[in-house]
């Protein structure tokens, strides 16, 4: 697959806080992302455009020698300008760029989401990245046609910490309004980002993250096989909640203009290994599986234990009734890597 | 969507065959339906009621409220029969948004639940206000809650919450809370940090509503010191029924309460226009949403003066939910007065939210009847400010004894019946009866058999009960009286104010102030700097208040140890009210601009010992005594008695060096102003920069142009960006171009685009103009414009249109012009090179950016400003951020002295360089230097003030500064003073031999600036500093010196003056003898 040699990425993944408290999926996060991101049936973006920041080792033990600090993202954004001016380029740095930022954060207002850089602690939030202002003024400047950013942080709600802005002049071009854009944010304002160990390997990663993953590796794909921006949306805001516990709630939100949809890529609409447990009176007893139409599914499952099925469907609703008895409506969703289980 | 369901269902008709009619209804109007299929696609959305014929099949259904989610999976099969789904009621998992109160909600939720359906105290009847507070406990005290006090509108303390209520002690989780049974009305809540602030706030409570207010304690680190507040802007306040108690597991509705106060306190609008659509019930069950929801709805009028007429009826539609939910409540009477509705009162009553008393001033300033002046309201008008969103009683702490606390009575329930009977008895009856301690008569209009039926119990207990509780009102006093049993006499007002403790002012003294005061909240209320994060409120330390008016002296950190300190600021309101006001290491408070708290300057290499300043004997003269502390500093010299420093040198801003560690600038500042020091991209806090401030914010929403006047690199194209920024074409381009720069030939191009082949090599191009479209153009150094340009401008300007080079259709575009010069436009105009009629057309409103000198104050903030940019780039951001408080100063004080008097003919664009070329030069140092060529261009330049003959005075015969400076530059001229560069290193140590390495005398000797000797010891490889030698070494010496404190020095080669500070502060020797 060809490559994208004018698209560019900036992923930060930052683990270690002196004085906030480690975290350990965020470097597994920027990793991944990466990964998709260099990957030909992925973002297809050339390594040499990405540019991946994580913590040093070994971990600084004190604020004032722990990095990532602001110095290091502005300097990797500043690499952009530098190729926007260079000459012959009219101010145009390339295609697409690609924001993604995970680590500790929060909302400086309603509608910012910020990372705190590993020199931040209590108190000393003032060393973040806002990611919104940071991608707003490369889609007023222009220097892309297309801006994405991704942060998986929290937004709690620190209403004294400024909010620091890009340390740019302004630059405003006449193309700015043509910049499409996306946005994703890994929770709603004023709430908690989570990581966990996630299956099939146990890294921590971020649910959003994963989530988002699972989308841009083929979940996301519409029935025509196309991954956009909305398809995108949709998936995660229906994936991620099954990533979490119960009792958890983490609603990502998303920004775009979706007359301007974007483009992800494409994918063969996945298709999703299903497991449905009968218990109780139902062992033995032969079920029937039902589609979004309510009409009967065949060939597509098979009894492999008195009490297991077994099922490949692609995404969408489902209903599995025990013949004459209970039954159960739900959701296959994902990318095909986990196993959708139903009990019944 | 307010249409008739029945009506609707009926509008569709019969359902097709192969179909299925979906109804489904949400619990509240504002609850949002989307209908999704099975490929997880949206298929439909409406808002409350969502009504649909679908294909048999699977869906799902999300139910949004705000920001909370829900979705349920429905099944619809080929029935014939309609599916009703009624939406669930939505619960979130974490009770608040906050991080804190979550977590205190959290680990508290329980306690709060069942302490909130229990009555702790009575002290009226009619509504609840349930207080719980999170580990909080007054300096001192371990005892949970304690501080915490109630107390009526008049000041008495109803109850001591910490005695009061119930309280649980656990390491850093404590919590105590209290339910207290009231009689509607406003209340003042106190919470007493004891010399870390006191603030109280207006909270009401409202007849069958439960008040509840979460308040948690917020400690931060400033300067290695642990400072509290309570933490006021971001405690919760809920209404709930009495008895439903706290709702651990939130429902939508208290979450977007939340969400809506937040959004209230950072002046941003929240509630989605969708919410406020349909039938507004919001009022009904969620009264502070309801309110909450107006106050959004009015919060719109800033881009749009008037409400819309779909808003205007959504508000109307809402006041009149509120009027019923929570009558007499003050804060809907607010919003009824700005809609012309009769208020059901005459506002005795202060609101509980900042933007409702907003309303109220605004309508009084053009009826001032609306607040009668001998209201209670209007009588406490000059007691209350605004904290968040909420409206508090500035306590002044010097004032605020104690009032005596009317004895508590305990009433029992039948007794509080009978006081809830006696409240709905028509107050009427009782009018004509004077209220007077005693025997209450009214009681004798109690119904006995209506009592038997109404509460159910046998006459005799009830005659019982009214026998007691007409015993125990017999101790009641008057006032209270009415409280307690809602008989209002006549003349209600009129008592209440006499009953007012005898500091709040006479009435005829209050007329003259109140209306400006009213404004002065009006004012502030405009100005979203002025709702600042702070929780104790305390007035003294903040300075100001009521009484003060026009600048006023002030001390502002230009330089200090901890560089987070700059900009720190005391208000010498001690001064202009004829006191002295010493300053030490201790004493007084330096409280950043817009914070109620600070710390003292706390160096530890400063005096404990105060300095005083005075009045001086010439009005607005202050007067230096440095009295026993031996460091002050004022340009390079150490005053041996009282100064006086004129009000020239004030209002031009005078340096004072402290003990070679800090460095403070003597000036006027306002001290109504409490701004964030960077309010609008602005680095500073000074009169010129607040005034300017206020421009942009005047007309930054309007089209009219702006000429920004100014010298060079003073700032005016950010003041051109806040202007942008600030209006409402934020979100569209700025354009800016240098008038200057462009040439005759090119501007029409340039500025109006062209069309391809226009002229040779011309390609279609869009203008600046076009570019600019719905947003700003910045035309900078306007009067540097060519003749050309002028007249193409001019003309533009004139008709509004123009035409691309070598198009011949106009084109119309909105365009605001922001124009900026350095130049005298009108002598430009005189001369002939400007046409008078661009600049009428430009300077449709005018700015002026004041020069640097000007803002003396702001020098301290902006270097380091500067700094901390500069540093970061040679990886030296450390430099700010020392990690001891007793490290060497990183920018010597005779350095920041220096910066702080030199003139900055180039304004902050000089400041700027200048700093990165310190900053640079200095890389590798852990101490600022600077090279000889950036020392002879800071020692070049300072005008003087202007000098004003004054008289000599009694009060000053030791000595006097000039109000001429002619020690500016330091150093006189070389004929009469040597360099130091004139002299060797050894010569200068044997100098400092000589004189037992006291500083002073060996400059004497040297005849140089001591500031320049400081600065040689600082570079100086050969010489050691006292601050740097570790306390095992400096013990090692004192013992070997048996405590010979002048061998000491001579052996160390330090100054005795510095080594004794070290000593001291390391405990190796005692004494206050500096």
Request: proline residues 8%; charged residues 25%.
């Amino acid at each position: 697959m060809a490559m994208n040699k004018e698209d560019f990425g900036i992923i930060v993944g930052i683990n270690q806080y002196p004085e906030l408290g480690a975290l350990s999926g965020p470097e597994n996060d920027a990793t991944d992302f990466r990964d998709w991101l260099i990957s030909p049936e992925g973002g297809a973006v050339p390594p040499e455009n990405v540019t991946l920041i994580t913590c040093p080792q070994p971990p600084a033990t004190s604020v004032f020698q722990a990095q990532p600090t602001t110095v290091q993202l502005d300097n990797a954004f500043e690499h952009l300008h530098v190729r926007a001016n260079e000459d012959g380029r009219g101010g145009v740095a390339g295609r697409r760029l690609y924001i993604f930022l995970a680590g500790h954060g929060f909302a400086p207002n309603l509608e910012d989401a910020a990372l705190l850089m590993a020199n931040a602690s209590r108190g000393r939030t003032g060393h973040h990245i806002p990611g919104r202002p940071y991608a707003n003024w490369f889609r007023t400047a222009a220097y892309f046609e297309e801006i994405v950013l991704f942060m998986d942080c929290c937004r709690e709600n620190y209403r004294r910490a400024p909010l620091r802005l890009p340390p740019w002049e302004d630059e405003h071009s006449e193309t700015a309004k043509d910049v499409r854009y996306f946005y994703g944010f890994a929770t709603e304002w004023s709430r908690a980002a989570r990581e966990t160990p996630q299956q099939p390997d146990s890294r921590v990663m971020g649910h959003f993250t994963t989530a988002l993953l699972a989308g841009l590796r083929g979940g996301a794909a519409d029935e025509l096989g196309r991954i956009t921006g909305r398809s995108l949306k949709r998936f995660v805001l229906g994936y991620l909640p099954t990533l979490l516990p119960a009792d958890q709630h983490q609603v990502p939100t998303f920004d775009f203009d979706d007359t301007k949809d974007m483009d992800f890529g494409a994918a063969q609409p996945p298709v999703i290994p299903v497991r449905i447990t009968l218990t109780g009176s139902s062992v033995g007893r032969e079920i029937q599986l039902q589609d979004g139409w309510l009409q009967p599914v065949f060939g597509k499952v098979q009894r492999v234990q008195p009490d297991l099925w077994r099922a490949t469907l692609s995404c969408g609703l489902y209903r599995v009734r025990i013949l004459g008895g209970t039954s159960k409506v739900f959701e296959v969703i994902g990318d095909g890597t986990r196993e959708v289980h139903v009990e019944l | 969507m307010n249409f008739d369901k029945a009506a609707d269902n009926w509008t569709l008709g019969p359902v097709k065959p192969g179909r299925v009619r979906l109804d489904v209804r949400g619990r509240d109007p504002q609850t949002q339906i989307t209908l999704i299929n099975s490929a997880f696609q949206p298929i439909a959305s409406e808002q409350d009621h969502l009504i649909r014929d679908l294909p048999p099949g699977l869906y799902k259904l999300r139910f949004q409220v705000g920001t909370l989610t829900h979705e349920i999976h429905q099944v619809l099969e080929a029935t014939g029969q309609t599916v009703r789904v009624d939406a669930p009621w939505v619960e979130f998992d974490s009770p608040v948004p906050l991080a804190d109160t979550r977590q205190a909600l959290q680990a508290h939720g329980s306690a709060a639940r069942e302490r909130s359906q229990i009555v702790d105290v009575r002290h009226g009847i009619g509504g609840q206000l349930f207080i719980f507070v999170r580990d909080w406990n007054a300096p001192g005290s371990e005892h949970p809650g304690t501080g915490l006090t109630l107390h009526d509108l008049q000041g008495q303390q109803l109850v001591d919450l910490s005695k009061a209520g119930a309280w649980e002690e656990r390491e850093g989780n404590s919590w105590a809370a209290c339910n207290i049974e009231l009689r509607p009305g406003s209340y003042r809540l106190r919470v007493d940090a004891g010399k870390e602030g006191m603030f109280e706030q207006i909270i009401v409570v409202c007849k069958d509503w439960q008040t509840q207010m979460f308040l948690l304690r917020r400690e931060y680190s400033l300067q290695g010191q642990r400072v509290r507040r309570a933490n006021l802007a971001d405690a919760a306040l809920l209404l709930s029924r009495p008895g439903e108690g706290f709702r651990s597991s939130y429902d939508p509705v208290s979450r977007i309460e939340e969400v809506a106060r937040l959004a209230l306190s950072q002046r941003q609008p929240y509630l989605p226009r969708p919410l406020l659509k349909g039938p507004p019930n919001l009022g009904f069950y969620a009264p502070m949403l309801g309110l909450y929801a107006a106050h959004s709805l009015l919060g719109r009028r800033t881009a749009e003066p008037k409400l819309s007429e779909p808003d205007l009826h959504v508000l109307h539609t809402l006041v009149d939910r509120l009027s019923i939910s929570i009558p007499d409540h003050p804060d809907v009477d607010a919003l009824q007065l700005w809609l012309g509705k009769s208020p059901s009162t005459s506002f005795h009553q202060p609101p509980m939210l900042l933007s409702s008393w907003s309303l109220i001033v605004e309508k009084t300033a053009n009826h001032p009847g609306f607040v009668p002046a001998n209201s209670l309201a209007a009588n406490i008008s000059r007691y209350l400010c605004g904290h968040g969103p909420w409206l508090i009683w500035q306590q002044d702490a010097a004032t605020a004894s104690p009032q005596p606390a009317t004895p508590e009575i305990e009433f029992d329930e039948v007794e509080q019946a009978l006081l809830a009977s006696l409240r709905r008895t028509p107050s009427s009856q009782a009018t004509e009866q004077p209220l007077t301690s005693g025997s209450p008569p009214f009681l004798d209009s109690l119904s006995i058999p209506r009592l038997v039926r109404q509460l159910e119990l046998p006459s005799t207990v009830i005659e019982a009960a009214i026998a007691g509780l007409r015993q125990k009102l017999r101790t009641v006093p008057a006032h209270e009286l009415s409280k307690l049993t809602g008989q209002r006499p006549a003349r209600w007002a009129a008592r209440s104010t006499r009953d007012l403790p005898s500091r709040i002012p006479s009435r005829s003294r209050l007329a003259q102030r109140e209306h400006s005061r009213l404004f002065d909240v009006h004012t502030a209320l405009r100005s979203p700097g002025r709702i600042a994060d702070y929780s104790t409120f305390n007035k003294g330390k903040q300075g100001g208040g009521a009484g003060a008016s026009g600048p006023i002296p002030a001390l502002t950190v230009v330089a200090h140890p901890m560089p987070e300190r700059v900009g720190d600021r005391c208000l010498l309101t001690g001064l202009v009210a004829g006191r002295e006001v010493p300053i030490s290491r201790n004493v007084p408070d330096f409280p950043r601009p817009g914070e109620a708290l600070g710390l003292p300057l706390s160096d530890p290499g400063l005096s404990r010992k105060p300095w005083v300043l005075s009045p001086g004997a010439q009005p607005g003269a202050v007067r230096v005594d440095p009295g026993e502390s031996r460091q002050v500093v004022i340009q390079g010299l150490a005053p041996q008695g009282p100064w006086e420093l004129s009000p020239e040198q004030i209002a031009d801003g005078m340096p004072i060096e402290l003990g070679e560690r800090v460095v403070v600038l003597l000036h006027l500042a306002d001290p109504s102003v409490n701004e964030p020091a960077n309010a609008l991209g602005m680095v500073g806090n000074s009169i010129g920069v607040q005034v300017v401030r206020r421009h942009i914010e005047k007309v930054a929403d309007l089209k009219v142009p702006v000429l920004i006047r100014g010298e060079t690199g003073s700032g005016k194209e950010l003041i051109a960006q806040a202007l942008h920024k600030s209006g409402h074409r934020r979100d569209m381009p700025f354009m800016s171009v240098n008038l200057g720069a462009i040439t005759k030939e090119l501007a029409a191009s340039e500025l109006f685009g062209s069309a391809k082949g226009a002229f040779t090599g011309a390609v279609k191009k869009q203008g600046l103009f076009q570019a600019a479209d719905g947003g700003t153009l910045f035309l900078d150094e306007v009067g540097e414009a060519p003749p050309e340009v002028q007249a193409i401008l001019l003309r533009v300007l004139e008709t509004g249109e123009f035409f691309p080079v070598g198009e011949h259709t106009p084109v119309r575009v909105d365009v605001r012009l922001v124009a900026a010069t350095d130049a005298l436009l009108e002598k430009q105009i005189q001369e002939g090179r400007f046409k008078e009629p661009l600049l009428h057309r430009l300077a449709g409103y005018e700015i002026r950016v004041p020069p640097l000198r000007e803002r003396r104050e702001d020098i301290g903030l902006l270097f380091h400003h500067f700094a901390r940019e500069a540093l970061e780039s040679v990886n030296e951001a450390h430099r700010l951020k020392p990690e001891e408080p007793d490290v060497d100063p990183w920018l010597p004080t005779s350095l920041a002295s220096r910066l702080v008097r030199y003139g900055w003919p180039g304004n902050i664009r000089q400041l700027r360089n200048l700093t990165r070329q310190i900053i640079i030069g200095s890389r590798g140092r852990s101490t600022l230097w600077l090279d000889p060529r950036l020392e002879e261009e800071i020692s070049g330049f300072t005008p003087a003030p202007p000098v004003t003959p004054r008289p000599p005075s009694p009060m000053t015969p030791s000595f006097r500064i000039p109000a001429v400076i002619p020690s500016l530059p330091d150093k006189p001229p070389s004929s009469q003073r040597p360099k130091l560069a004139d002299f060797s290193e050894e010569q200068i140590i044997a100098a400092l031999e000589a004189n037992n390495w006291e500083i002073k005398k060996a400059t004497e000797q040297l005849g140089v600036a001591r500031s320049t000797l400081y600065d040689w010891l600082n570079r100086s490889p050969h010489v050691s500093s006292a601050n740097r030698m570790s306390r095992g070494d400096l013990a090692r010496h004192l013992s070997e010196c048996q405590g010979d404190l002048v061998l000491m020095s001579q052996r160390l080669k330090v100054s005795r003056w510095a080594l004794v500070l070290r000593l001291k502060d390391l405990g190796l020797i005692q004494g206050e003898d500096d």
